[in-house]
């Protein structure tokens, strides 16, 4: 069998941004490195959105915005987002940025194979896959299993599932300069729903159905919403370009249990995902370059996790939302409605120290949010 250093079981976001940290960091030249996985990358399958003050990755940066749109079916107010911009990342580009980076390294290597299953044994782990086995000294977990959390209670569950449409329209409806951030006009259907609409030009932008819900629905009721929402913005004429879809755990789970000594579980798997939010472009950043910080100076992997403070507003959120799903909108809107973009983008960022917390947090339903403590003070 042949053996590596390090593994990694899977190669999205987590994985990858993992390997391209740690090339930048120069402290892995001598080591082995094995990424593995089904899915050679080869496709544009997702879009990643962030909120950013700096140059983080602009050169793969495929568009900019530096006003937001929140609305609900009672107001509609541009969000100023200085001194952040939006951005957007095309998944294809980063695939290809980072496989780009990882071709010129001599100690890495990406293989197109199925992982079926992977253990420690003692002081190393082995790997295997549908055609062969491996061995190492480290794995980086990244395949998530949604039954460790379902088989729980302790914390619940939501999921920010989405389906999106990148049309390009006859009618100049667009306004390049904006992005629709969050859009609760559409019908709540008891959950909370919203329209998520990113325009590269007057006539050309993403525009995705989500909702942050316990359940999926079928293909068709998502489509049906964007069908019914192009509509509402006046276009009769338009073709669809590209399609996406997908699907994030919305948790507090202490994912970070089941990490051994070599064994780390990272992305959705290890709990990176901003529970409250889903957005994981901005978190896997910093996750990443803390796991390569760790690293450094640490070999038990069961030592990397963090609970804090955001942590417990996470948790209260996701409570919350889990008990009264239908009241989402009034949640963000409450938010939103008066309070100040900048701090609760920073907020969001866990970025925020606790006097800045307790600004942001009262603007919330405060009903709601004390009974969630509640709850959990004395479940």
């Known amino acids: 069998m042949q053996h590596y250093h390090y593994i990694f079981t899977g190669s999205g976001l987590s994985a990858l941004m993992t390997v391209y940290e740690m090339i930048l960091s120069k402290k892995f030249n001598d080591k082995s490195i094995l990424i593995l996985d089904q899915n050679p990358k080869k496709n544009n399958d997702r879009t990643w959105c962030f909120w950013d003050e700096k140059q ?12 937001a749109l929140f609305a609900d079916e009672n107001f509609r107010r541009d969000l100023d ?10 998944g294809l580009d980063f695939y290809n940025l980072v496989f780009d980076l990882i071709s010129k390294q ?3 290597r990406f293989a197109n194979e199925k992982v079926i299953d992977f253990e420690e044994l003692g002081n190393h782990c082995v790997v295997k896959t549908e055609t062969q086995n491996y061995t190492c000294n480290k794995i980086f977990n990244s395949i998530y299993n949604p039954q460790i959390v379902k088989n729980q209670s302790k914390y619940p569950l939501l999921q ?8 390009q329209s006859e009618e100049k409806v667009f306004i390049p ?3 629709t951030f969050m859009d609760f006009s559409v019908e709540q259907k008891g959950n909370t729903r919203f329209m998520y609409v990113l325009p590269t030009s007057e006539t050309e932008a993403l525009l995705e159905y989500t909702l942050f819900s316990k359940d999926l629905l079928t293909k068709s009721a998502y489509e049906n919403e964007i069908q019914d929402y192009i509509k509402k913005l006046g276009i009769t004429n338009y073709k669809i370009i590209e399609k996406e879809q997908g699907n994030i755990p919305m948790t507090c789970y202490a994912f970070w249990k089941h990490n051994t000594k070599n064994i780390v579980n990272i992305g959705s798997a290890g709990g990176w995902t901003k529970a409250s939010t889903g957005y994981t472009f901005a978190n896997t950043i910093k996750k990443s370059k803390a796991l390569i910080q760790f690293l450094s100076k640490e070999t038990d992997f069961r030592k990397f996790h963090k609970k804090d403070k955001f942590w417990l507003y996470d948790l209260l959120f996701i409570d919350v939302l889990f008990r009264r799903n239908d009241l989402g909108s009034t949640v963000f809107s409450a938010l939103f409605k008066k309070g100040n973009p900048t701090l609760i983008f920073k907020f969001l960022d866990e970025e925020t120290s606790f006097w800045e917390d307790l600004q942001v947090i009262w603007k919330c339903p405060k009903g709601l949010f004390v009974r969630a403590l509640l709850g959990r003070l004395f479940s």
């Open 56 to 67: 983080s990755f602009d050169e793969i940066v495929s568009k900019k915005w530096d006003v």
């Open 81 to 90: 987002l200085h001194p952040n911009k939006y951005k957007m990342i095309r």
């Open 106 to 108: 001599k100690n890495i």
């Open 160 to 167: 920010q599932h989405f389906i999106g449409w990148f049309i």
């Open 177 to 179: 300069a904006k992005a």
